[in-house]
């Protein structure tokens, strides 16, 4: 039960100077992991009831949301530049938001193919 207090199940760095300080206390995980965490556990359920079934579009949708956290955090590592706090939450955000429609358009998607096989 611990690993899920304190989220040591993610490969994150968790370096301090790119996690969240409250207090003294250092957050678990990093920005970038806290807002792909973050838009998982906003997205699933507004997804769940917003995205009717899988398609083409809904697919590169989830790629494109994905692509800014890709682009921050190759161009840094490459040291093109520096990232800052902000921007790692914000495209932690949109990658957990495309990653969740991927999960909610499978899952979907593999119920459907479930109940056309047991008919």
Same mark, same amino acid.
């Given at each position: 039960? *611990?690993e899920?207090y304190? /989220?040591s199940f =993610?490969?994150?760095?968790?370096?301090?100077?790119?996690?969240l300080?409250?207090?003294? *206390?250092?957050?678990?995980v990093?920005?970038?992991?806290?807002?792909?965490?973050?838009?998982?556990? /906003?997205?699933?359920?507004?997804?769940? /009831?917003?995205?009717?079934? &899988?398609?083409f579009?809904? &697919?590169? =949708?989830?790629?494109?949301?994905?692509?800014?956290?890709?682009?921050?955090?190759f161009?840094q590592k490459w040291?093109?530049? *520096?990232? +800052?706090?902000?921007?790692?939450? @914000? +495209?932690? @955000?949109?990658?957990g938001?495309? @990653?969740?429609i991927?999960?909610v358009?499978?899952?979907?998607?593999?119920?459907? =193919?479930? =109940? +056309?096989i +047991?008919?």
């Open positions: 039960m *611990k899920w304190t /989220l =993610m490969p994150c760095h968790r370096i301090p100077e790119r996690s300080i409250v207090k003294g *206390k250092q957050f678990p990093c920005f970038r992991c806290m807002g792909i965490l973050m838009g998982i556990h /906003l997205g699933v359920p507004i997804i769940w /009831l917003v995205v009717p079934s &899988l398609s579009i809904t &697919l590169v =949708m989830a790629g494109v949301l994905t692509f800014p956290l890709l682009a921050d955090g161009t040291g093109w530049r *520096k990232s +800052t706090n902000i921007l790692r939450l @914000l +495209t932690g @955000l949109l990658c938001t495309g @990653l969740s991927g999960i358009l499978f899952s979907k998607w593999g119920v459907d =193919m479930i =109940m +056309t +047991t008919r």
